[in-house]
């Protein structure tokens, strides 16, 4: 197989995303990370802060009535587009990623940014600030980075149009940039086609200080941060089921927040040490919301070994250690309905496939291929490489485990989740093998090889 999982901006045909486009050049790619296998992991670490608790945080803040203080914010690339993005509305921020001191302006509007607004790489963002952008009287314009501009926004510009918002973007505002006149916004429940914690975040922003209930229903439930971070600071926010019920019209309170460690950056640890005999890690205070940890039921049912030690709650957030022993893996099939509850893990959990014995099916995934990159185009791609039989399918890939891979030169396509997921596997693979385009981890995990480092044995 060669060539790029990039998908295509046109109304299209979804069979031609099983057709390989072009693939990176050299100068997008840079020089490769060369990876030897390693005997074994063993040790103590943690991840970086958690990244979209990290965007809510300092977003939620910036809309809260006082000063407050976020730890451990992730150091990520996406959350500083949020943190300068916000900055350019002349919201006051001050410190670092280990301790921010924000100062929220409450009510009043934000500054009109004299500039377009850039989110770099981060989808997060520009479907927040979307919402919260919709709800102030103001003019602004959104852009992001090539991929950003491939991915659909017209999941909320609908139904920010639907509340009042006047909103332009490229193809009707299917694409970035978006330009936002806001302000004169109406409640409204809204049925989502898509589980996606984004579009209910941004329905929730627009919503916030609007007189009447906005509520928000998806199909399966996305992860909750935001409600969870909107109770925790004194919102009037109602749950049943898949649906979210905000009473607006009040104020927020600003509150510290302790940002826990990623469960989605732990992932990449927990399968490293899975799939390398011998390991044994403990990472300590992981976000275990259960709409994040998905994945670690499927593992369990992979055969996984991981225990959840001193489960405890910080600033409305359940948080525990995880222990990951290496394990014998078999095959799985991944449900529809398991699909939100693991997405930003799905490329990691294919390589967990690739090292089982057995066939895993996943199915229902057509989200991933307008992530950062076509995740399920790429993990193909890189699968194959390894010498695994894959099959790719419009919604899904089925991965016939060998219990090893051989060594190979994978390729990121710019992918944050991609390029870790291929670190991993080259960790316990049959020789040294080549990583293409990885420095793009810096978007949610900058400092991964310098954090294994410690924990590798030869
Ligand atoms: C995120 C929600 C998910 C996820 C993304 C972060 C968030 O996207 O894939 O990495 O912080 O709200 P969707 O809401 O599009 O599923």
């Not at 063993?42 to 000063?67: C, E």
């Not at 992918?415 to 291929?422: M, N, V």
Request: overall charge neutral; charged content about 25%.
């Amino acid at each position: 197989m060669k060539g790029s999982p990039k998908r295509q901006v046109s109304s299209r045909d979804p069979s031609q995303d099983l057709l390989p486009g072009p693939a990176p050049s050299a100068a997008e790619e840079g020089p490769p990370v060369c990876l030897e296998p390693v005997r074994r992991l063993y040790g103590r670490t943690s991840v970086p802060g958690d990244k979209s608790i990290s965007h809510r945080a300092l977003i939620l803040g910036a809309l809260s009535a006082g000063v407050m203080k976020i730890r451990n914010l992730s150091p990520g690339e996406d959350v500083r587009s949020t943190w300068q993005c916000l900055e350019h509305l002349g919201v006051d921020i001050e410190g670092s990623v280990g301790e921010a001191r924000l100062t929220g302006r409450a009510r009043s509007s934000m500054k009109e940014p004299e500039d377009v607004l850039d989110v770099g790489n981060s989808g997060t963002t520009i479907r927040l600030l979307s919402g919260l952008l919709s709800a102030q009287p103001l003019f602004s314009t959104l852009t992001g980075d090539g991929s950003l501009r491939q991915r659909p926004m017209d999941r909320v510009v609908k139904p920010l149009r639907l509340m009042g918002a006047e909103i332009w973007g490229r193809d009707g505002g299917r694409y970035a940039p978006l330009a936002i006149r806001g302000g004169g916004l109406s409640p409204i429940c809204y049925d989502s086609p898509v589980a996606s914690a984004q579009v209910k975040t941004a329905l929730l922003l627009a919503g916030l200080f609007l007189q009447g209930e906005t509520c928000f229903s998806e199909p399966y439930l996305s992860r909750d941060h935001t409600e969870r971070m909107l109770r925790y600071m004194g919102a009037e926010i109602g749950l049943e089921r898949n649906r979210v019920i905000l009473r607006g019209g009040r104020r927020i309170d600003a509150r510290d927040i302790d940002v826990p460690g990623d469960p989605s950056s732990a992932a990449f640890l927990v399968v490293g040490a899975l799939i390398t005999p011998g390991s044994e890690l403990e990472i300590r205070r992981v976000c275990v919301n259960p709409t994040r940890i998905g994945y670690l039921k499927v593992l369990d049912r992979m055969g996984a070994s991981v225990e959840m030690n001193d489960l405890r709650e910080v600033c409305g957030e359940p948080v525990a250690d995880l222990r990951v022993r290496s394990s014998r893996l078999k095959g799985t099939t991944l449900l529809p309905e398991e699909v939100p509850g693991c997405i930003d893990e799905i490329p990691v959990l294919c390589v967990a496939a690739a090292f089982a014995e057995g066939r895993t099916r996943i199915a229902g995934a057509a989200e991933l291929r307008v992530k950062e990159s076509d995740r399920i185009a790429a993990m193909a791609w890189n699968l194959n490489e390894m010498g695994i039989d894959v099959v790719e399918r419009p919604d899904g890939l089925e991965i016939e485990g060998r219990g090893k891979i051989k060594a190979f030169r994978g390729r990121s396509w710019q992918d944050h989740r991609i390029a870790l997921s291929l670190i991993v596997a080259a960790l316990a693979a049959e020789g040294p093998s080549r990583v293409f385009g990885a420095e793009c981890m810096n978007i949610s995990f900058p400092g991964f090889l310098d954090r294994m480092t410690p924990l590798v044995e030869r």
